[in-house]
């Protein structure tokens, strides 16, 4: 009887979910445009992506930009969450106004963004030239355009990483607040021996999925690269430029479908060592009631 009940269901991920990985592992040892017949190469496009300097270069930038959103968004998020744990006036509207980022797409929040930092007219470039503050060059820049990026990020990741922490902080009971505070333990040795352990399946899950999404990142950084950098290509491009971006790029733009298979598989396995990674050291720091 179970079996007619979750058939249906593991049949629809094999059919999307496992079928496809297993043929893009198998397609990246192949030659293969999309429109021919694959030609099996072996190992080669393997070899051709550890030595390329454009796909390290990708590699750098995507654990780079993972490097700077996560933690500086859970730090934050955990921040906020605290604050708006509070009795404080006007707490809904905040968890409102934080939260509302979230749920925008992020191709739209990125062309916001792009008019906001423009170098010439952007609202913030021009405030900081009424303040006398140097006028950065958010997305022309190669040396800033990552920082851009990254703060962009946060700004739209904060909101749902807090709502979680919001959750889990409310869910820890009243009675170990209570113990704490007959112990005489102070308001910074309880949030760290009390509040964080305590919270700390809650993180472990965020900072998973944080990661995963940081390794995955495409819609913003495609948005953020700009129209001209794709076609010409450039330091702007080269600076940008993440794994998911060089996948897309071989697959549909040069129809280099082995190439790119090659790509995705390499990403997938590192999501996949950065997740059992994970998992092994939450034995340490997570702890469970």
Known sequence: MAALFIGP?????????????????????TDWSGLTAPQFLGLENYAKLFT????????????????????ITLLLSLLLASALNRRIPCRGFFRVAYFLPAVTMPVAVAMVWRWLLNSKYGIVN??????????????????VIMT??????VWMRVGYNMIILLAGLQGIGRQYYEAAEVEGAGRFAIFFRVTLPL???????????????ALKAFDIIFVFSGVSSKLAGGPLLDATRTMVFGIYQNGFSFMRMGYASAQATVLFLIILAMTA?????????????
Not at 9 to 29: E, R, T
Not at 126 to 143: C, E, F, S, T, Y
Not at 277 to 289: G, I, P, R, S, T
């Open 199 to 213: 919270l700390s399946p809650v993180l472990f899950f965020l900072l998973t999925m944080m990661v995963m999404d």
């Open 148 to 153: 851009t990026l990254v703060l962009v990020t």
């Open 277 to 289: 990674l994970q998992f092994y050291l939450q034995k340490k720091w997570v702890h469970y009631e």
């Open 9 to 29: 269901q593991m049949a629809m991920v094999a059919l999307f979910y496992l079928w496809p990985m297993v043929y893009a592992i198998y397609m990246s040892l």
């Open 126 to 143: 021009n405030a900081l030239r009424a303040l006398g503050l140097p006028a950065p060059g958010w997305l022309v820049d190669p040396n």
């Open 52 to 71: 390329s300097k454009t796909a390290l270069r990708e590699m750098g930038n995507t654990f780079t930009y993972m490097l700077g959103a996560v933690p």
